[in-house]
């Protein structure tokens, strides 16, 4: 069970780390590590690699909690954003691109209805009442999930190139184009 | 789009920043983002700003429990992590050879007093100078002279010095003022020498010893000819 967002103090928690209580670190893996081993998962596409990946993030997470400056960010994105920058850097640095098969087609279902229709599940969309959403509605559809995909599983400018069909040039300027637009609508 | 002019490096800035959180960057300009963060305020503000508007894209993806075995392994590498020191930068207090010539040192010294205090016990008087004879290319002790009186001294080796076949060493001395320096005989390696000074003046402080490389019958000149293998001064103890 974990505690509902708002009420982890995801900053105490950090701040604890940095004075050395390992409680903290417990607590925070408690709180997520299943969220943060789906977001290595997504982006490894393999539980044994995304349980590596998961552990050295626990471990940098403690070891540079020192780092983390409250000024400069939540406590929470923090921990998301080491986690998913140790899966991208090992991703690339392994060069590890996906072929993008019949078993990619199948796992990106839920993510593809974003191509146009509404059909997105219910509670995904309720989880996503944040702006990004609305911004990203604004967006033409092909573009949108070009971000979608790259942000949630990892994919390279080729990887969307050919998941889409689409010209390598073309994906890059309309990942280009929708960054400005992102920017722009979320301020 | 309207960007000024002026904006066209913080938009290319910006756009690094983006495409370096959404993923989409290859390794190499991963690893040089990541280089340029510590140290560029703008880039590292620009990445900030886009992790923050990107988070909430991680809520699509399911949580995945991960394995019983993931904690203890965490915690594994972290008691692993606590036990040393991490890596300090090296300090003197971390530096092997400095230890390892240090040990050398020490334990030199306790064969020196050890000897000294062992083949003193025998004798009624105690050692009134010391000589401790080293090698002169890394000052290793090999050989110990002790004088109980200014008449006698004693030469113990400390080791089998090692020797070639068609060489001896031979010992020396000269005091402050001599002419050069005086024969004291052949030694074999690991030997202990017991010699009366009785043709020689008394043993003074700062008496040079030594011993040479020389033939299979010493020196034919009477004088040092072959390199010093040891050689030291006496020091009056109280």
């Not at chain 2, 990541?34 to 886009?50: S, Y």
């Amino acid at each position: 069970m974990t505690i509902p967002e708002p009420l982890f103090d995801y900053e105490a928690c950090l701040l604890a780390c940095a004075r050395g209580e390992r409680q903290a670190l417990v607590a925070l893996y408690a709180q997520e590590s299943a969220r943060l081993l789906g977001v290595a998962r997504r982006i490894a596409r393999d539980d044994a690699l995304a349980e590596d990946i998961v552990h050295d993030a626990f471990i940098k997470i403690w070891t540079r909690a020192t780092s983390y400056d409250p000024q400069r960010g939540s406590a929470r994105g923090w921990v998301f954003s080491v986690t998913r920058h140790l899966a991208l850097n090992f991703m690339r640095d392994n060069r590890l691109e996906v072929q993008v098969s019949e078993d990619s087609e199948l796992a990106l279902q839920p993510l593809a209805n974003l191509d146009g229709s509404l059909a997105l599940d219910a509670l995904e969309w309720r989880a996503g009442s944040e702006r990004i959403y609305g911004c990203l509605e604004q967006l033409d559809p092909a573009r949108r999930t070009c971000i979608v995909h790259a942000y949630v599983d990892g994919y390279t400018h080729a990887e969307i190139a050919k998941k889409l069909a689409t010209p390598l040039g073309t994906v890059k300027a309309w990942i280009k184009r929708s960054l400005s637009a992102l920017r722009e609508c979320m301020g | 789009m309207t960007f000024k002019p002026e904006d066209n490096d913080s938009a290319d800035l910006d756009a690094l920043a983006g495409e370096y959180v959404l993923g989409t960057l290859d390794a190499q300009q991963r690893h040089a983002v990541e280089q340029r963060l510590p140290h560029d305020a703008n880039l590292q503000a620009a990445v900030e700003r886009w992790e923050a508007r990107l988070l909430p894209l991680n809520d699509l993806v399911p949580a995945q429990p991960p394995s019983r075995q993931l904690w203890p392994r965490i915690e594994r590498s972290l008691n692993a992590l606590n036990v040393p020191a991490p890596q300090a930068k090296a300090s003197w207090w971390n530096l092997l050879p400095l230890w390892r010539g240090l040990s050398a040192a020490g334990l030199a010294a306790t064969l020196v007093l050890g000897t000294v205090l062992l083949t003193a016990t025998p004798s009624v008087s105690p050692p009134t100078y010391v000589v401790v004879l080293v090698a002169p290319q890394d000052q290793a002790p090999g050989w110990v002279i002790q004088a109980s009186n200014r008449q006698h001294i004693q030469l113990i080796p400390l080791g089998i010095t090692q020797v070639p076949t068609d060489k001896t060493l031979q010992f020396w001395t000269k005091g402050d003022g001599w002419d050069g320096p005086v024969s004291l005989g052949l030694v074999k390696p690991g030997q202990t020498l017991s010699l009366p000074l009785d043709r020689l003046p008394p043993l003074e402080p700062n008496q040079l010893f030594e011993l040479t490389l020389e033939g299979p019958d010493g020196s034919a000149t009477g004088k040092p000819t072959g390199p010093i293998q040891f050689i030291g001064r006496a020091v009056k103890v109280i």
